[in-house]
């Protein structure tokens, strides 16, 4: 299985201020013939399902705001949001899609 | 546009089996690379994904709930049953069904399960 580790557990940034998470896999997830990194990162707001925000590691979802982006390849992985809004506090989460069992971290719990 | 509902008993007994219903809609599971995904999440924890199957029936599970859990699809009724026997209190959970396109992209709102007695 591959093993997902997300840093900080927990963050507070001011508004307007930038976040960044970190995610790393025990294993590489790039798969080479494509050149896609099979990682995605999601936000979850209490009472509701995970919401997509960025796959194959940089692409961002429809929809997102782009102050949302997400970079690294390999084992190494960071989303950042660029000027934190009050709707972003949330719980965010990595996940890999590489192989099964399509594991997820551990989480990171963004506060103001 | 792709919606999923997840939907099954709020309640159930410790050993009895658990059936899970998707009912999905904006795709089919007969159309190649499409798949639907079983997740569940405990209160406070990181969701777990739970299964996987294809448009080909090509299914993944688990590997620590593999012996428990069988998914299947009614491609006729757009629907994704997953089935896990002998349950325990340790399932709990809310399980959620997610549509495996752009990595999970459409997710169902959740169907919360207890396992009491």
């Known amino acids: 299985d591959i093993v997902m580790t997300q840093s900080p557990d927990s963050l507070a940034v001011s508004l307007g201020e930038r976040a960044t998470i970190n995610c790393k896999s025990s294993h590489s997830i790039l798969y080479r013939s494509n050149n896609h990194d099979y990682l995605a990162w999601y936000q979850q707001k209490p009472g509701h399902p995970p919401k997509l925000l960025i796959y194959w590691a940089s692409t961002r979802e429809s929809g997102v705001p782009d102050r949302f982006s997400g970079s690294g390849s390999g084992t190494d992985f960071t989303l950042t949001i660029s000027s934190l809004q009050a709707e972003d506090v949330a719980v965010y989460y990595c996940q890999q899609y590489y192989s099964s069992p399509h594991n997820f971290g551990q989480g990171t719990r963004l506060e103001i | 546009q792709i919606t999923l509902k997840d939907s099954g008993p709020t309640l159930v007994k410790p050993t009895q089996t658990l059936t899970l219903t998707c009912a999905f809609s904006?795709?089919?599971?007969?159309?190649?690379?499409?798949?639907v995904g079983w997740f569940r999440q405990a209160p406070g924890k990181a969701p777990e994904w739970l299964a996987l199957?294809?448009?080909?029936?090509?299914?993944r599970y688990s590997p620590s709930l593999k012996n428990r859990l069988t998914v299947s699809k009614d491609n006729s009724k757009n629907r994704v049953i997953l089935r896990m026997t002998n349950v325990d209190p340790l399932d709990t959970a809310t399980y959620y069904c997610?549509?495996?396109?752009?990595?999970?992209?459409?997710w169902g709102q959740g169907a919360l399960v207890t396992v009491s007695s």
């Open positions: 904006g795709f089919s599971l007969t159309t190649p690379g499409e798949g």
């Open positions: 997610a549509h495996a396109g752009n990595s999970y992209d459409h």
């Open positions: 199957i294809y448009w080909d029936d090509d299914n």
